[in-house]
């Protein structure tokens, strides 16, 4: 009995130390874990630091420009732009030119038929010819009345006959001088059912509305002139940002679809009216414009420089997004065989001109070495 005792004591005890050297086993293999997921440091070798083109900066201070984002296009003033229309309605003879071709002011567009030309400019013969009859008329009544000769009835009758033709014969010569119609030619017997349209402006034509046979009405716009010798930009800014604009304030813009240079302009005109989407129109003037060849509608995206400031900057390149929160790669050591990084975390200010702006240095000195060039490739896809 004593015996079966003995052994179930023995038995227990190696059960008890068993159980612990599992236990310690797991706390030893848990703690090994827990190391490994703190542990940030990144080895990169010598030949990978090469291959990828990789490179090391540090944090610099300099002048940083707190802009405002904005959109908007390129335009022209409205004197620069024009639509041509009919002064009367009449049936296109000739459209000799295209979308693209340049003109200058006073150059043919377009004729237009009407016979209702030719009747216009009857009406205005027939006046021409009586005004000589009534005005003679006219001062005949006139010396008449001064001796007391005819009645006060017959002298007035005579000159509201005169000053209606005359009203009549100028009103006539007007419209004809819209019809671009030479009144002298009229009154020579020279008529003409056809009348030309020339170009109000120098430019270039941007819209070709009508055909050869096309009736076209006053209301009708026939084609489009724009002139490219004075660009400027039309801008809209938020609501929120407005109060920050100033006159002069450097523009910084590009127009993406084209290409990534960057242009310079100032704000000239605030606007003073908010629009429908809570924006107002900033217009600014572009500097050296005749540097690039900027078209009429093209969409740009730009920078308005409110102000500067001092602050401590980096390679944008250098800082990554990382589940949103930003991270950066501080090199810790170089070896023979690498580089040794320690991934930090920052906070960002605002970005410009291929820098970012650091608005909290953390633990980081200006004489820590910053990886600038591959960071992404490191630490981006985790």
């Not at 003109?103 to 377009?110: A, I, N, S």
């Not at 046979?213 to 930009?233: D, F, K, Q, R």
């Amino acid at each position: 009995m004593q015996r079966i005792i003995y052994n179930i004591i023995i038995l227990s005890f190696i059960t008890l130390a068993l159980a612990c050297g599992d236990k310690a086993s797991e706390n030893s293999k848990s703690k090994s874990q827990k190391t490994e997921t703190v542990d940030t440091e990144i080895f990169v070798s010598k030949a990978q630091f090469e291959h990828n083109k990789m490179e090391l900066g540090s944090i610099i201070t300099k002048t940083f420009p707190i802009v405002i984002k904005t959109t908007g296009m390129i335009d022209v003033p409205p004197e620069n732009r024009a639509v041509v229309n009919a002064t009367m309605g009449g049936y296109i003879k000739t459209v000799p030119l295209l979308i693209g071709d340049k003109v200058k002011k006073g150059q043919p567009l377009v004729t237009i038929e009407n016979p209702d030309f030719i009747t216009l400019q009857q009406d205005y013969m027939e006046v021409n010819e009586k005004l000589g009859f009534l005005r003679s008329e006219y001062e005949r009544q006139k010396t008449m009345m001064d001796e007391n000769i005819t009645s006060q009835k017959s002298f007035l009758q005579a000159e509201s006959n005169y000053k209606m033709a005359v009203a009549k014969h100028n009103g006539l010569k007007k419209q004809l001088t819209l019809l671009n119609i030479s009144p002298s030619r009229v009154e020579r017997g020279s008529l003409s059912s056809e009348v030309t349209i020339f170009a109000p402006l120098s430019g270039s034509i941007t819209k070709v509305n009508v055909t050869r046979g096309t009736y076209v009405s006053p209301a009708t716009s026939i084609m489009e002139i724009i002139n490219n010798e004075h660009l400027h930009l039309e801008l809209s800014v938020f609501e929120k940002d407005i109060m920050k604009i100033r006159k002069d304030q450097k523009i910084n813009f590009k127009v993406p679809e084209s290409s990534n240079d960057l242009y310079n302009a100032e704000v000239h005109l605030i606007g003073t009216a908010i629009e429908e989407d809570r924006t107002i129109k900033i217009h600014g003037h572009l500097l050296n414009e005749k540097d690039a060849n900027f078209l009429t509608g093209m969409f740009v995206e730009a920078e308005i420089v409110t102000e500067v400031e001092e602050v401590n900057s980096l390679a944008e390149t250098a800082v990554v997004d990382v589940e949103n929160s930003y991270s950066l790669l501080k090199l810790n050591k170089e070896t023979d065989d690498g580089y040794y990084f320690d991934q930090i975390l920052v906070k960002i200010g605002n970005t410009y001109g291929g820098e970012v702006s650091l608005s909290s240095m953390g633990e980081l000195t200006m004489k820590d070495r910053i990886l600038t060039k591959g960071t992404f490739n490191l630490i981006g896809g985790e």
